[in-house]
């Protein structure tokens, strides 16, 4: 089967610039997942949907940070305006119900 | 609030000679503990979920075990192509099903 596709695989920008990664999830997967990992660290869950619903938002800044899933397949997150210390790996993942998670690549996200 | 600490940081081996890494988790109340493989550049590739403690799972050098309170991934023998980052990730009873993850142990094996 096909994995979780992330786009795009790099991006580089300047700080107050907006910026938005996009995810598709693998066919049928209910539950889609977004984390941040900063170089060094595991990763950490920003935003969870289960369809196009949100389960679980409390660690997303939401002063800067948005996500959406529409139709309950692909999603996006926004970044803006970016800070110094949103520069990391954003890392998109799916699952069919709440295990058996499927990571992608990733966008690694650098703020200058 | 749940927890989860890897050790050692970084370990390298040489081609052949066994080590362990360590995962110790808090947690209130365990519905799964993950283990994870990542290669630069790639997300996580999943390796093994354990669900209680006593339980074992294996697959090819890899061998991971969980007690009450941390996890341990035996590699026997490990060649140059098991180089990678390993993570350890928790999953409790009351949660989201996010999972929290550790830092992670970047192993090196030398040929």
């Known amino acids: 089967e096909a994995g979780v596709a992330q786009s795009p695989r790099y991006k580089i920008i300047e700080k107050r610039q907006s910026v938005a990664f996009w995810c598709n999830p693998i066919s049928g997967h209910a539950t889609l997942y977004w984390y941040q990992q900063i170089l060094g660290q595991g990763p950490k869950l920003l935003i969870q949907?289960?369809?196009?619903?949100?389960?679980?938002d409390s660690q997303l800044p939401k002063d800067r940070f948005s996500a959406e899933r529409l139709k309950g397949v692909d999603s996006t997150l926004k970044i803006q305006p970016a800070k110094l210390e949103d520069s990391a790996v954003y890392l998109c993942a799916s699952s069919p119900a709440n295990y058996g998670y499927t990571f992608g690549s990733g966008t690694r996200l650098t703020v200058v | 609030e749940d927890q989860v600490t890897q050790s050692p940081e970084a370990l390298r081996l040489q081609e052949g000679e066994s080590s362990s890494l360590n995962c110790s988790y808090t947690?209130?109340?365990?519905?799964?503990l993950f283990w994870y493989r990542q290669d630069p550049g790639k997300g996580p590739e999943f390796l093994f979920t354990?669900?209680?403690a006593g339980e074992e799972k294996e697959k090819e050098r890899l061998k991971a075990t969980l007690t009450k309170k941390e996890s341990f991934l035996h590699i026997t023998a490990p060649k140059p192509e098991d180089s990678a980052t390993y993570l350890c990730?928790?999953?409790?009873?009351?949660?989201?099903?996010?999972?929290?993850f550790g830092s992670g142990t970047r192993l090196l094996v030398r040929p």
């Open positions: 990730a928790v999953q409790a009873e009351d949660s989201s099903y996010k999972l929290i």
């Open positions: 947690v209130s109340g365990l519905r799964g």
């Open positions: 949907f289960q369809n196009n619903g949100v389960v679980d």
């Open positions: 354990l669900y209680s």
